[in-house]
C-alpha cells in the first residue's frame, strides 16, 4: 500500500543516507542510497545533496528526516557538531522548498530510538528506555512505557568538567588513539551517571559503535542491561519515516 512507504533520510556528519521504508514492517523496500555530506556542511550546500537523494528514488511523497541538532517544529535549535550557519533554521521548509515533498525533521538519536522501540529491541519494552547514539557526538532518546521525550541531548551533560560527548563519542577514541578497553572504561564511567539519573530499566546503544561492543562489552559494568540495536544503521532511516508517518497523521487529526 502507497501510504505505507515513506522516504526517510538520516542526515550525518559524513553520509547522508536514503531509503524507502515500509512503516507497517520497519523494513527497507529499496537499497540504501548514499552520498556524502558536502564540506562546509551549510544549509543551501546541505538541501541541494539531499534533493539529489531525493531525485534518485523519483520521490514524490512524504519525506521523514532525521538530523543531528535539537529540532523544534522543523527549527534547528543547536549546532553542536553541525555548521552554525543551521542554527535558528527551518530545515523543514528549506528541504520541502527544495524538493517539492512534504518533509518532517526530528533529532538523529530520536528518529533512531523510534525504530528500535517499534522495530528492534526496545519492542514492548516498558519502563524507562534510553538509547545512546555513539558517533561524532554522543545523542540520545528517552522513553517511558513506549513514548518518547523529545531532545534529550544527554550528550551535552556537564561531565568529568567538561562535556559528555568531549569525553565518551566514539569521535574521541579516534581522535586520542585510545584502545578498546580505554575508551570502554570512559563509556561505563558515563553510563554509570546516566544510571544514577535516570535508573531506567534499558540501555539501548547505537551508532557506529554499537557494531563493535564486543570490543568494549567486558568494561561495562553497571546493573541496568545494556544492549546493542538491532537496526544498525539503518535505524536512523526507519525511524525518520516512521516519525514523518505520525506526524502527518496526528497533524490530519488536529485538523478534523
Ligand atoms: C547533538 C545531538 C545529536 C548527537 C548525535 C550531538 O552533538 O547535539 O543533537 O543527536 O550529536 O548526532
Known sequence: MAENKILGIDIGGSGIKGAIVNIATGELITERFR???PKPAKPKAVAKVFTEVVEHFEWKGLIGVGFPAI???????????????????????????ATGCPVSVCNDADVAGIAEMQYGV???????????????????????DGILLPNSELGHLKFKGGIAEHYAADSVRKKEDLSWSDWGKRFNEYLLHLDRLFSPDLFILGGGASKKMEK???????????????????????GAASLASLQSKRKLATVK
Do not use: R
Not at 220 to 234: E, G, Q, R, S, W
Open 35 to 37: 552520498l556524502s555530506t
Open 71 to 97: 529540532v523544534k517544529n522543523g527549527v534547528a535549535l543547536s549546532a553542536a557538531n553541525i555548521d552554525e550557519k543551521w542554527m535558528g533554521m527551518n530545515a523543514e521548509t528549506l528541504f520541502s522548498e
Open 122 to 144: 526496545g519492542k514492548g519494552k516498558k519502563g524507562v528506555v534510553i538509547l545512546i547514539t555513539i558517533g561524532t557526538g554522543l545523542g540520545s532518546a528517552i522513553f517511558h
Open 216 to 238: 568494549y562489552k567486558s568494561q561495562i559494568k553497571i546493573d541496568c542491561p545494556v544492549v546493542p540495536a538491532k537496526l544498525l544503521n539503518h535505524a536512523g532511516i526507519i
